[in-house]
Each structure stands twice: as structure tokens, then as C-alpha cells.
């Protein structure tokens, strides 16, 4: 089973940066593909960023030019560095892992942006 343990969450005023990060107890971790997907209070899991394992990145409209998602497979962790934030970023932001048919995700970390 692995493993996903996602950090960095917290409050930060809009317009502010925070990076989230992503451990993963994975030994092909950079065979896989990786992702962010947030939860907002009373809205559906959303999608936010990808990378695959070869280091491609895509983003969600809404997050796209803020948002940076990169991968170190040496450490065996994905970032999510969030700048310019917005309120409508406030979130339970979770880590997704992906490798063929398995899929793995952490337990979530709270990104609170306040006006």
C-alpha cells in the first residue's frame, strides 16, 4: 500500500504564497504520474495540476499561471507551490498518485486564504 502524506497547508492572507508538498512511500515513485486535486466546503473534489513521469505539466484553468507543480523523484515528493492565492483557493487540497490502474490518495491538507 502506499503511502501519500501531503504538508504545507495554512492560513495565508490573498495574495500570498504557500507551498504544499507530498511524501510518497513508494519505491517506482517516479513512475508515476502525480496530482493535486482540492475539496472546498460544499463543492465537489476538483482536479488542480499533473505531472507525469516524465515531468509533463498541466494545470486547471483557474489555477493556471499561479500554481507550479514539480516532482523530485530522488526524494520521492511532488510540490505544489501556490502564489497570488484567492480566497476561492481555500480548500482541502489533496495529493493523488497514479500508475496504471492504482491510484493512491493522501489524507488531505487544509489551504485557508483569507481576504
Known amino acids: 500500500q502506499v503511502q501519500l502524506v501531503e504538508s504545507g497547508g495554512g492560513l495565508v492572507q490573498a495574495g500570498g504564497s504557500l507551498r504544499l508538498s507530498c511524501a510518497a512511500s513508494?519505491?517506482?515513485?517516479?513512475?508515476?504520474?502525480m496530482g493535486w486535486y482540492r475539496q472546498a466546503p460544499g463543492k465537489q473534489r476538483e482536479w488542480v495540476a499533473r505531472?507525469?513521469?516524465?515531468?509533463?505539466?498541466n494545470y486547471a484553468d483557474s489555477v493556471k499561471g499561479r500554481f507550479t507543480i514539480s516532482r523530485d523523484n530522488a526524494k520521492n515528493t511532488v510540490s505544489l507551490q501556490m502564489s497570488s492565492l484567492k480566497p476561492e483557493d481555500t480548500a482541502v487540497y489533496y495529493c493523488?498518485?497514479?500508475?496504471?490502474?492504482?491510484?493512491?490518495w493522501g489524507q488531505g491538507t487544509q489551504v485557508t486564504v483569507s481576504s
Open positions: 505531472i507525469t513521469s516524465g515531468g509533463s505539466t
Open positions: 513508494e519505491s517506482r515513485f517516479s513512475l508515476y504520474a
Open positions: 493523488n498518485g497514479q500508475l496504471g490502474f492504482r491510484e493512491y
